[in-house]
C-alpha cells in the first residue's frame, strides 16, 4: 500500500528577497494569464539549486520535477550535500511550506522533526508542549496520557519535566521533540538532520525505536542525515538529490554507494579565497586551506600538515582555531586543535601536523572550527580535502579504527598559529 506519493513536486523561490511578490511580477503575471492565456512566465524561469556557482536568475528552483512512491512500512533514506532539496521536501511533506507545483498524497498523521525545538512553544513546560503537541496530532487526552510515561522515560528529561523549554539544552530538546513525535503513534515519521544534536546514546536510542516503528508497527519513516553509517543501519530504501533533482533511487546500499562515489576524493583538492569571496563572519575569514607534504602524494607512512591561512580583522581577538578529519562515511575520525591565542590584525596561519602511520588508506575532508570563549565562532565544513593511499612497505602502526574509538592527537609544539 502506498503511504506517500510525490506527484511533479517543483518549489521555487526567489533570491535576494524575504517576499517572493513585487507588483510588477503579480501584474505580469496576472496580464499573462488572463488576458494572453498563457503560462505563468515565472514557473517558466529559474536557475538550478546549485550552490557553488553564481546565479544568472533571480529565480531559483530549490526542487524540480520530483516524483516517486513511499510504500506503507519503509524506512528511506533521502541523502545528498546541502542544498541539494532534502529538508525543502520535507518541509512540504511536513505542510510548513507549499509546492509551486504539484501534490503530495499521504495516508495518516505525520509526525515531524524538522529542526531543534520543532513544534515546542519555548515558555511552555516539557509536559505542557507534550499535551499541545498531542491534542494537534488529533490525539485525546486519554492517549497521550497512556503515553506520556514513555515519553519522558526516551526522553530521560523526568526532572526538567516541569520547566520552561527554553531552560532546555538543544540536546534535550531536541530528545524530547524526537520522544514526542516517534511514540505518539504517527503513521508516518518524518526526521531530519537533527539527531546529530543529541548525544551517542541517544542517537542508538532513536535510530533502535525507528527500526521499532518501521519493523515492528509498520509504519513509515523518512530520514535524513549526512551520516551514511547511521543511513545504512537504518534504512532500505534511498533516494539520492542533487540540484534539486532525483539523482539516483534503490536499494540503500546501492544509493550511498553512487553518492560517495560521486562525492569521493582522488587526489588533492585544496582551496583559496579572495577577501570578497571568502568564507567567515566579521572577524575572522579564510583565505587558503590546503595539505602540505612532500612527494607525488600522500602514503600512510607520509607526514603532512594541514594548513588554513585567515584574516583577523580585530586587534586582539583570543581564539583556537580546530580541524575535523571526517572520512568518506561521515565520521569524525581525528580531531586537532590550537592553543588560544590573542591575534594581531592580518594575516595568520595554523598549521596541523599529522605524523605518519596514523591515518588509514581512503579520502578524508577537513572542516575548520574557530573557538572563542569556549564557544564555536565560526565553523566551516569541507575547507578541503586529501586521499592516503596505501604502501605496502609502511612501517609503524597500520591498521583499522576498532569500534568507536578514534585517536586524538594534540601536541601543541606541532599545531600551532603564527602570523605571515
Request: hydrophobic share 40%.
Amino acid at each position: 500500500m502506498t503511504a506517500i506519493k510525490f506527484e511533479n513536486i517543483s518549489k521555487q523561490y526567489r533570491l535576494g528577497l524575504v517576499s517572493t511578490r513585487t507588483l510588477s511580477h503579480d501584474l505580469n503575471r496576472w496580464w499573462q494569464i488572463n488576458m494572453r492565456g498563457k503560462e505563468d512566465p515565472y514557473l517558466q524561469i529559474g536557475s538550478v539549486n546549485d550552490r557553488a556557482t553564481k546565479a544568472d536568475s533571480e529565480y531559483v528552483w530549490a526542487l524540480r520535477d520530483i516524483n516517486f512512491e513511499v510504500e506503507q512500512g519503509d524506512v528511506v533514506g533521502i541523502i545528498g550535500k546541502n542544498g541539494a532539496g532534502k529538508s525543502t521536501l520535507l518541509k512540504i511533506l511536513s505542510k510548513v511550506t507549499t509546492p509551486t507545483t504539484g501534490i503530495i498524497k499521504a495516508k495518516g498523521r505525520i509526525a515531524s522533526l524538522l529542526e531543534v525545538g520543532t513544534g515546542f512553544h519555548p515558555e511552555m513546560t516539557g509536559r505542557e508542549n507534550i499535551y499541545m503537541n498531542g491534542a494537534i496530532m488529533g490525539m485525546s487526552k486519554a492517549e497521550i496520557n497512556r503515553k506520556f510515561d514513555e515519553i519522558v522515560d526516551f526522553a530521560g528529561v523526568e526532572r526538567y519535566i516541569d520547566t520552561p523549554v527554553k531552560r532546555y539544552s538543544s540536546g534535550m530538546t531536541v530528545r524530547l521533540g524526537f520522544a514526542v513525535a516517534a511514540f505518539l503513534e504517527p503513521e508516518i515519521l518524518v526526521v531530519d538532520e537533527v539527531l546529530a544534536v543529541g548525544d551517542a546514546e541517544f542517537q542508538r536510542k532513536a535510530i533502535g525505536k525507528m527500526q521499532n516503528i518501521s519493523q515492528g508497527e509498520g509504519r513509515t519513516v523518512l530520514f535524513v542525515s549526512h551520516n551514511m553509517t547511521a543511513v545504512k543501519n537504518l534504512c532500505k530504501k534511498g533516494l539520492m538529490l542533487k540540484d534539486g533533482s532525483i539523482e539516483y533511487t534503490g536499494h540503500i546500499e546501492e544509493v550511498v554507494d553512487f553518492y560517495l562515489s560521486d562525492e569521493t576524493v582522488k587526489g588533492i583538492v585544496n582551496h583559496t579565497w579572495t577577501l570578497e569571496n571568502a568564507p567567515g563572519l566579521d572577524k575572522i575569514r579564510i583565505k587558503r586551506a590546503f595539505v602540505k607534504y612532500e612527494g607525488d602524494y600522500i602514503t600512510v607512512n607520509t607526514p603532512f600538515d594541514l594548513v588554513t591561512e585567515f584574516w583577523c580583522f580585530e586587534e586582539g581577538f583570543s581564539v583556537n582555531v580546530s580541524m575535523h578529519l571526517f572520512d568518506r562515511m561521515g565520521e569524525c575520525v581525528y580531531n586537532i586543535y590550537t592553543i588560544n591565542k590573542p591575534l594581531q590584525k592580518g594575516l595568520h596561519r595554523a598549521v596541523f601536523h599529522i605524523p605518519a602511520n596514523l591515518m588509514n588508506d581512503g579520502c578524508y575532508y577537513v572542516s575548520n572550527m574557530f573557538v572563542t570563549n569556549s564557544q564555536a565562532y565560526f565553523y566551516h565544513e569541507h575547507a578541503h580535502a586529501f586521499e592516503v593511499v596505501e604502501e605496502r612497505e609502511a612501517s609503524g602502526w597500520h591498521g583499522k579504527w576498532i569500534g568507536s574509538v578514534r585517536p586524538t592527537f594534540i601536541q601543541n609544539d606541532y599545531n600551532f598559529i603564527e602570523s605571515i
